[in-house]
């Protein structure tokens, strides 16, 4: 009973470096969601994925790359990490459009220096 | 632009009454409702979902409800107790994409 998983759980960076954040799930769900949370501002959307093969932008898209690989994964691009990226970011899967409720990862803790 | 404001960053009571938490929208019609936990350091987790055509909704302990004329949901936990400290989230969405937008969240404590 994974559910969401998703890796790193914690990782520092330097500005300017790259780096991926990986998300899986194994409960057959259509939509994937990636989130940030800071403190004071709740969980903005970054982007979401309505199915395989499709990606669309969230609330707080820029400095942000995301691919959904396959049913399963969704990961979330950093090409030029900066300061104010750090963040927890949280990914979340859905059975269904709108209606459906969220399945959260535990999430994976970003600093960039 | 939009804009789902929850009533306080923080609301404290004591064990065995019952807790309200507000989640206020603008600019926005959700067709759906939804209110999560999250407890520290952990994802948050879904507790119920409520529609724009539902007046209330009830789980065990819990109550939601939802009044698209005042653009408000209200969230109850009756005889709470110390376990149901936590961070609340309201989250919206319209009903045919994923655009969910969630607010900022009240810290609940219940003291015993």
């Known amino acids: 009973n994974a559910g969401v998983t998703q890796t790193p759980k914690f990782q520092v960076l330097k500005t300017g470096q790259s780096m991926t954040l990986q998300c899986a799930q194994d409960?057959?769900?259509?939509?994937m969601y990636w989130y940030r949370q800071d403190p004071g501002m709740g969980l903005r959307l970054i982007y979401y994925?309505?199915?395989?093969?499709?990606?669309d932008k969230g609330e707080v898209p820029n400095g942000y790359n995301v691919s959904r690989l396959n049913k399963r994964e969704f990961s979330l691009r950093l090409e030029s990490a900066a300061p104010s990226q750090t963040s927890v970011y949280f990914c979340?899967?859905?059975?269904?459009?709108?209606?459906?409720?969220?399945?959260f990862g535990e999430g994976s803790r970003l600093t960039v220096l | 632009s939009q804009k789902i404001e929850q009533n306080s960053e923080a609301l404290n009571i004591q064990e065995g009454k019952t807790a309200t938490l507000t989640c206020n929208y603008t600019?926005?019609?959700?067709?759906?409702l939804q209110w999560y936990r999250q407890d520290p350091g952990r994802g948050p987790v879904f507790l119920l979902l409520?529609?724009?055509?539902?007046k209330e909704k009830r789980k065990e302990r819990l109550k939601v409800t939802f009044d698209t004329t005042l653009k408000q949901s209200l969230f109850h936990i009756t005889a709470s107790q110390p376990a149901d400290s936590a961070t609340y989230l309201c989250?919206?969405?319209?009903?045919?994409?994923?655009?969910?937008?969630f607010g900022a969240g009240t810290r609940l404590t219940v003291k015993p």
């Open positions: 979340a899967s859905s059975p269904r459009r709108g209606s459906g409720e969220l399945f």
């Open positions: 989250a919206l969405s319209p009903s045919n994409n994923n655009d969910m937008r």
């Open positions: 409520i529609r724009e055509n539902e």
């Open positions: 409960m057959n769900h259509n939509s």
């Open positions: 994925s309505a199915s395989e093969g499709t990606t």
């Open positions: 600019n926005y019609s959700p067709a759906y």
